[in-house]
């Protein structure tokens, strides 16, 4: 899938995708935004945004173990790319950049909470 596709489908599913469920709250701008970051340097290294993330998450010193999900076994094949990718320093710096705003953020499960 071509990042433009990538990036249409994001879109469409952001406009069909009601604000209230579970996915749909993280589905704003600033989210959108960071997406958008994560599938152009991964189109940059020729892996997948999942691959990328997953290989920026293993080169990070406070991070001992991550923890993927896959329902497919094409996820899993995927996901083990991440093993393989060498990641320079300026590409480790820009998602650290791009993850900032993100570090944070509310808990996942704070849509749990009772509103106040």
Same mark, same amino acid.
Do not use: R, Y
């Given at each position: #899938?071509?990042? =433009?596709? $990538?990036f249409i489908l994001i879109k469409l599913t952001y406009v069909n995708v009601c604000k209230t469920t579970i996915i749909? =709250?993280?589905? /704003? /701008? =600033?989210?959108?935004?960071?997406?958008k970051q994560v599938a152009l340097l991964a189109k940059?290294? /020729?892996t997948?945004?999942?691959?990328?993330s997953l290989g920026w998450l293993l080169s990070r010193s406070v991070v001992s173990t991550?923890? @993927?999900?896959a329902t497919r076994e094409e996820q @899993? #094949?995927? !996901?083990?790319k991440c093993l393989s990718l060498d990641l320079d320093s300026s $590409?480790?710096?820009?998602? !650290?950049h791009a993850s900032m705003p993100f570090i944070y953020g509310e808990s996942f499960a704070s849509y749990r909470l009772p509103s106040e």
């Open positions: #899938m071509t990042f =433009k596709l $990538t749909g =709250k993280w589905l /704003d /701008d =600033k989210h959108l935004q960071l997406v940059n290294h /020729d997948s945004p999942a691959a990328l991550i923890i @993927v999900g @899993v #094949m995927e !996901n083990i $590409t480790i710096e820009a998602l !650290n």
